[in-house]
């Protein structure tokens, strides 16, 4: 599976961005998306996830109420709304292919497939 992110950019605090993941070619094991990010000198963190059917969405608990994944119904692309943005959302967001439980969904090794990345910068 090959996965493109985009949408990121530079932004000013309290606006909202949408980034976009397009997916191509499938894995049957691959049964969620997700999106994580990496501050600069910091580890990758987890952002969010949605499985396969749609059905489930799961959150880093601080960013909930803020950000919103979603996917088209083949979930071939996956989306994740930002909205009232923060300095401190600066990041290089990823999205990812899951593989396993989703109970593991909040774990980077569970998961597969790598986009490149998109770049967020907030201003304040």
């Known amino acids: 599976v090959q996965l493109q992110a985009s949408g990121g950019g530079l932004v000013q605090a309290g606006d909202s961005l949408r980034l976009s993941c397009a997916r191509s070619?499938?894995?049957?094991?691959?049964?969620?998306m997700g999106w994580f990010r990496q501050a600069p000198g910091k580890e990758r963190e987890f952002v969010a996830a949605?499985?396969?059917?749609?059905?489930?969405?799961y959150y880093a608990d601080s960013l909930k109420g803020r950000f919103t994944i979603s996917g088209d119904g083949g979930k071939n692309t996956v989306y994740l709304q930002m909205n009232s943005l923060k300095p401190e959302d600066t990041a290089v967001y990823y999205c990812?292919?899951?593989?396993?439980?989703?109970?593991?969904?909040?774990?980077?090794?569970?998961?597969?497939?790598w986009g490149q990345g998109t770049k967020v910068t907030v201003s304040s």
């Open positions: 990812a292919a899951h593989r396993g439980f989703l109970s593991t969904v909040r774990i980077a090794s569970s998961y597969d497939s």
């Open positions: 070619g499938r894995t049957l094991s691959d049964n969620a």
């Open positions: 949605i499985s396969r059917s749609g059905g489930y969405t």
